[in-house]
């Protein structure tokens, strides 16, 4: 297959990349490499998928409508839409980044699917989306209507432009709600990534709400799992549907369009998170313990039995595994 990969500098974007790459795929990445944070670590990444003949990047902005068209051409089998400000902090500071990234790139994006269909175009959202939502586990069908975040809005705006387009065009679509995904190579502006710097460093960490939270931390490797195996899951529209679907799937009665969690299912509190640190460095950590900051949750949680009802697969790596390959990918990437 053909696939275009939007973000392919980016953390995901990259893993995704060089996974469809190893399973044979021709793929075309976009990435922006826009200096959010050091775009030296987007060009080292950028530069591993190149050494593979199957791979064309080009440097672009999903904005920039003209340019990106003449990228996207005349279309592709499938679409991973990774490309997007991103950052549930950040989006206090600089909130007009997250309009431009995410709702005009993307509305860029869902105009060229339009006009070309792929096979199925699958568009990474966020666990972000239920803000204030009370019920766990987050389920797919349980209402997300209360976002803490411009960021958090931002991409439950991308679900719904999405469906509408897949609506009105017929373009199969799966959004993707991630539950902070870590791993090798991640973001500098994560909390992995920050905590691990700052032992390394021997500077203490700040820990929010006095560590009184849990998080779904989901390892990259299964993440790319998780979405590979959705490739060949393009949702159908209503009418072409063998049967109906099941009580626990997310499908569109009007649109070939559903929604998946991709988490590991394990809440992990966050000093048990930072005591995974702790053994995989051999570093003892410093916090400085803080109030639970602007747009926060206490705590993330995904039900993921849709995503095993169409895959067959749940994230199974253990913390201390997923957290030790990072620790040893970031000793080796910084030669500490």
Request: proline share 7%; charged share 20%.
């Amino acid at each position: 297959m053909r696939i275009l990969v939007t973000g392919a500098a980016g953390f995901i974007g990259f893993h995704t990349a060089r996974r469809l790459l190893e399973d044979g795929h021709e793929v075309v990445g976009i990435d922006g490499f826009t200096p959010y944070y050091d775009p030296a670590l987007k060009l080292r990444r950028h530069e591993i998928l190149q050494q593979n003949p199957a791979y064309c990047g080009h440097e672009a902005m999903l904005e920039d409508f003209a340019a990106f068209k003449a990228i996207y051409g005349e279309g592709f089998d499938a679409v991973y839409h990774f490309a997007a400000q991103a950052g549930v902090r950040y989006s206090l500071d600089n909130p007009r980044a997250y309009v431009e990234a995410n709702l005009v790139g993307t509305f860029n994006l869902l105009e060229l699917l339009r006009h070309a269909p792929p096979r199925h175009a699958l568009l990474a959202s966020t666990s972000s989306v239920y803000g204030a939502n009370a019920s766990i586990p987050f389920r797919e069908t349980d209402r997300a209507d209360h976002p803490l975040t411009l960021y958090a809005a931002t991409k439950k705006a991308n679900e719904e432009m999405a469906h509408s387009y897949s609506h009105l065009f017929n373009i199969p679509t799966t959004m993707l709600r991630f539950f902070t995904v870590y791993g090798p190579w991640g973001r500098p502006d994560m909390a992995l990534f920050k905590f691990a710097a700052a032992l390394f460093e021997g500077r203490p960490i700040d820990i929010y709400n006095h560590g009184n939270m849990r998080r779904d931390f989901t390892f990259v490797g299964d993440l790319v799992e998780a979405m590979v195996r959705l490739l060949g899951q393009a949702p159908l529209a209503p009418d072409a549907r063998p049967a109906p679907a099941p009580a626990l799937d997310s499908l569109s009665p009007v649109a070939p369009w559903r929604v998946v969690n991709i988490g590991a299912r394990t809440p992990v509190a966050l000093m048990d998170f930072v005591a995974a640190i702790e053994a995989a460095t051999g570093l003892r950590a410093s916090c400085n313990f803080m109030d639970m900051q602007q747009g926060d949750v206490p705590i993330t949680f995904a039900n993921t039995e849709l995503l095993f009802l169409l895959t067959g697969f749940t994230p199974k790596t253990p913390l201390q595994e997923g957290v030790s390959a990072f620790v040893a990918w970031y000793r080796a990437y910084h030669g500490v």
